[in-house]
């Protein structure tokens, strides 16, 4: 099993981003995924999550109504659209599908700054 975590980067306050998460080894289609978000010098914390028809979502009150979680079953990818970004939104930003035998993927950071 392998994640691929792309499209962050430096994004002034205000800003968007849309990341992207390819998946590999495994029938993404039967499962559930979730973003997840890393601070420095801190735990996984969960951002988002969608099960594996599309519906089912779930957002941390932190995000709700600015990030937006979606999914491709037929590319293997989840995508989370993020919006009016805050510099506590910066972190390094994983998705995975919660199977604790799983490693994580490289994740993808998103910086918010002036």
């Known amino acids: 099993v392998r994640y691929v975590e792309s499209g962050g980067g430096l994004v002034q306050p205000g800003g968007s981003l849309r990341l992207s998460c390819a998946t590999f080894?495994?029938?993404?289609?039967?499962?559930?995924m979730t973003w997840y978000r890393q601070a420095p010098g801190k735990e996984h914390d969960l951002v988002a999550s969608i099960d594996h028809g599309g519906g089912g979502i779930e957002y941390a009150g932190s995000v709700k109504g600015r990030f937006i979680i979606s999914r491709d079953n037929d590319k293997n990818t989840v995508y989370l659209q993020m919006n009016s970004l805050k510099p506590e939104d910066t972190a390094k930003y994983y998705c995975?599908?919660?199977?604790?035998?799983?490693?994580w993927g490289q994740g993808t950071l998103v910086t918010v700054a002036a």
């Open positions: 080894g495994f029938t993404f289609r039967n499962y559930a």
């Open positions: 995975h599908r919660g199977d604790y035998s799983d490693n």
